[in-house]
T-cell receptor, first 114, second 116 residues
């Protein structure tokens, strides 16, 4: 495996379900990110982890709970979601957090909340 | 005010021709980075090119070049010799040095369609 992988690629869940999204990077990076991409809206940063420590929570509702057990893995735990949470969730990584480091993205998880 | 403005929701170009995708940005930081990403219909965001605020030369990567005009705060992407596989959404993004996390801010994107 190379680059950034995300599983599952597609997820349909009810509002009372609990599910988790997984992201893994094989680039030796130390910073990982979760983004949300909704239709007709710019990409929104959700969380930032730098060397496993959460350094940003961009006012994300508590029904989204991130976890970063090591620099290669990032999870997004989901519970009691709303239909408006349906979106493409993208994971990204960069060498470290810094303005001149490009971020590499995974293919995303297309989430539908019914 | 928007940090990143992409004024072209959609663009069409004929195969083998060049196309320019516009991007203007707003920042008070002296140090910042500008990025272009491509997102095909499959959803993956693909990094294309980077321009640092202190770089004097315009960045180039293969068929991609970035027309950086710092005084105008513009960072347009030029794709030369368009190919059918270039059809995708293109996002301009900026990362400022201020703040604690160097947040990457994206524009709304431009949908490029390459016609045969």
């Amino acid at each position: 495996e190379t680059g950034v992988t995300q599983t599952p690629r597609h997820l349909v869940m009810g509002m009372t379900n609990k599910k988790s999204l997984k992201c893994e990077q094989h680039l030796g990076h130390n910073a990982m990110y979760w983004y949300k991409q909704s239709a007709k809206k710019p990409l929104e940063l959700m969380f930032v982890y730098n060397f496993k420590e959460q350094t940003e929570n961009n006012s994300v509702p508590s029904r989204f709970s991130p976890e970063c057990p090591n620099s290669s893995h990032l999870f997004l735990h989901l519970h009691t979601l709303q239909p408006e949470d349906s979106a493409l969730y993208l994971c990204a990584s960069s060498q470290v957090v810094g303005y001149y480091y490009e971020q590499y993205f995974g293919p995303g998880t297309r989430l539908t909340v019914t | 005010a928007q940090k990143i403005t992409q004024t072209q929701p959609g663009m069409f170009v004929q195969e083998k021709e060049a196309v320019t995708l516009d991007c203007t940005y707003d920042t008070s930081d002296q140090s910042y980075g500008l990025f272009w990403y491509k997102q095909p219909s499959s959803g993956e965001m693909i990094f294309l090119i980077y321009q640092g605020s202190y770089d004097e030369q315009n960045a180039t990567e293969g068929r991609y070049s970035l027309n950086f005009q710092k005084a105008r705060k513009s960072a347009n992407l030029v794709i030369s010799a368009s190919q059918l596989g270039d059809s995708a959404m293109y996002f301009c993004a900026m990362r400022e040095s201020g703040g604690s996390n160097y947040k990457l801010t994206f524009g709304k994107g431009t949908l490029l369609t390459v016609n045969p």
